[in-house]
DNA sequence: CGAGCTCCTG
DNA sequence: CAGGAGCTCG
């Protein structure tokens, strides 16, 4: 039978090894137990417990020396997602098989020598991180390591420790050391921090993945193709990627998005740096991942033209933000991020609040000057009033902008883009009728259980919160039988056929109600 | 000539 | 939804 390799003790890093492993087989991977538990909090290493249930033991083995390379099982997957992204070039770190690595595969075709490939490929990459550069790596790779070796990696590590505690006081009290010591110690602590970062950011990925945790079936589940995890969208993974310094990690064969992730610019004094993706898209799709709070202060801030207001109409608008601000209305050569102050405030990410602070800032001077979407959204509701806004009324009710050119013309277009929907939808709609074979233009309604409402409704009152007037219905259906009609007498071959159609469309505009002109929009 | 509109495209 | 081309109109 196939090893379940989703079981528990597979999927966690602080399970994989942590939990039901010794210190010894931590060792394997030359990180200081005592430093992991210092560093994953609430990850204890407690000893192999002979009592184990044959279960646990089974699963145990997985992450025990003495079956070399299946401690890092995962590994296997993550070498699939490593291949992957070879070729989409997605991932500046790449998988490099070491010669001493192929041959080694070459000469044993047993289940056991894969594994000790494997255990040895992370042996090697661990190494690489708290070796010297020039240090040949792959040397590791074939020799088991001794007991004595792993101790003296232990101490090692406690010796790097020590150093980074010694340059942390060295920088407090401003005691200045020779520049080319300093830069050997900042080295070190910089290696041994990323062996640090290697144990959290694992942890990390493998907590927050759910379809990680999700015990397999069958014995398939050793098939499971490791780019199905998405790993690559994990908030940690998908942050900048670079390695720190001049210090080129070779790391081989193993996960290495994560890796690399932490890598990004390690900082001495702080914890687990996070860089926020200065991508808009990006930054929506983190937010969405924040707490409801921060959702609760968006829609605080939200248009309220109907009579109520929607958690879903809120997000909606933070979405759509992004590009409302991103073109005409804003000033050349500035990338903003449009991501929310308050929602910022309510993420508790503080990187993340001071890289983009200027930014914020920034995006906060062009909310003021340019439209934002719940201009945008007053817009489409307006829409159901008036098809045809002038000057006027468009002043009038956007009086909360300074009107200049560029925004007069950008809510002319706006209104232009919504008649371009509305009318699609109404060829489209009087077109289905004729195929259906709709002989009565009588028979073509338009209520709000109707389709072509409903598909309106979707486009202009997205989050449902506004009572559609009347008035719009009964405009809507005139305009699906000026198209049914149309259509049906052959004047679709005109190529101006619909100007016809507007121009009496354009005549059943509606006045726009007083609280479109009184409401602040912004 | 500029404003406003439609149409097409991304 | 925005940009751009092309058109109409005052």
Known sequence: MIPNVWSKGMYSSSNFCLEGCTAEHLSSFQLDPMALNSIVPGVSISP???????????????????????????????????????????????????????????????????????????????????????????????????????????????????????????????????????????????????????????????????????????????????????????????????????????????????????????????????????????????????????????????????????????????????????????????????????????????????????VVKNNMYMLNEGLTTNHLKKAKLMFFYTRYPSSLVLKMCFHDVQFTRCITSQLIKWFSNFREFYYIQMEKFARHALMEGVSDVRSLTVGRESELFRALNMHYNKANDFQVPERFLEVAEITLREFYIAISVGKDHDPSWKKAIYKVICKLDSDVPAEFKTQQSG
Request: glycine fraction near 4%.
């Open 48 to 358: 192999h417990k002979s009592s184990d249930s044959p279960k646990m033991l089974r699963e145990n083995a997985y992450c025990s020396s003495s079956d070399p390379g299946s401690n890092l099982m995962f590994s296997n997957r993550m070498e699939l997602k490593s291949t992957r992204d070879q070729t989409s070039g997605r991932l500046s770190t790449r998988s490099h098989p070491s010669p001493a690595s192929n041959s080694f595969c070459h000469q044993n075709q047993s289940l056991n020598s894969g594994r000790q490939a494997k255990r040895a490929r992370v042996e090697n990459i661990i190494k690489c991180m708290s070796d010297p550069p020039g240090v040949d790596c792959s040397d590791v790779m074939t020799n088991r390591r001794s007991e004595s070796d792993a101790m003296q990696e232990n101490e090692r590590m406690h010796e790097l420790e020590k150093r980074k505690l010694l340059l942390d006081q060295s920088e407090l009290s401003g005691f200045e050391s020779s520049s080319k010591s300093k830069s050997q110690l900042m080295a070190d602590v910089l290696k041994y921090e990323l062996s640090k970062a290697v144990s959290i950011s694992i942890d990390s990925i493998f907590q927050s993945s759910p379809l990680l945790q999700m015990p397999p079936k069958d014995e398939d589940s050793e098939n499971i193709d490791m780019s199905s995890l998405n790993l690559h969208k994990h908030p940690l993974v998908c942050l900048g990627l670079s390695c720190c310094g001049n210090t080129e990690v070779q790391v081989s064969d193993v996960q290495t998005e994560a890796l690399a992730l932490v890598v990004e610019k390690p900082q001495l004094h702080r914890p687990t740096p996070l860089i926020i993706p200065v991508d808009k898209n990006q930054a929506s799709e983190i937010s969405h991942n924040s707490n409801q709070n921060a959702l609760k202060c968006l829609q605080d801030g939200c248009f309220e033209a109907g009579r109520t207001k929607t958690l879903d109409g809120s997000w909606n608008m933070l979405k759509v933000r992004s590009k409302v601000n991103s073109r005409s209305v804003r000033s050349p050569g500035c990338h903003s991020v449009s991501v929310d102050p308050i929602l910022l405030e309510n993420l508790h990410l503080p990187q993340v609040k001071i890289e983009s602070n200027s």
